[in-house]
């Protein structure tokens, strides 16, 4: 079982809409369009369908999908699994290592992940690779939880981040720019494989 340190939910949603549409597009070019069917549901019966998540199927039968609210660990399953279906993802270790130009947005990443510091929203982090610079920006808030009040507070939740102590991570990093030997980008999601 993984351990997630991080994960941007903000991140994760913004890509779970896009794979719904991407999801309804498919489907739309894919159907075979049935004819003359026999249930024709009025405009309030067709508003429910959708709430509900009932489909008129064949011979005036009716299929009703079971609705449940995903966890944030499914949603980034799915995404996970969408992204290595759909695009390149590499592994940033072995493109920097071999002097590879980052083509990608989106890059795997396994290896030691250094707490550098944070303010009230965001927290900085670091991964150095040869000679070049890693700097990753992250919410505070996926990392620690907040009081009643809305004052952030880090627990043992948040991992050892905010302790200094080297952590082996496994991250999908999203690439923002580059600067010479500094490279910018900011984490989907952090989980730890181990404390070195």
Known sequence: MRYFTYISVEKVEQFIQQIEEYDILEYNENRIEEKNKSIAPGLSNFLGVFKLGITFGRKNQISVAEVKKKTTIQKLSIVLDFL???????????????NLPLKSLYYWYSGNINYVSNDNHYVKLEIKIKDIKIELNASLKYFSDISKSGDMYVTENSGGFFWGVNLNCQSLIIIQGRNDNTIIGTPLFISINSID
């Open 84 to 98: 290595k279906d759909k695009q390149e993802v590499p592994d940033l270790l072995h493109t920097l290592n071999d």
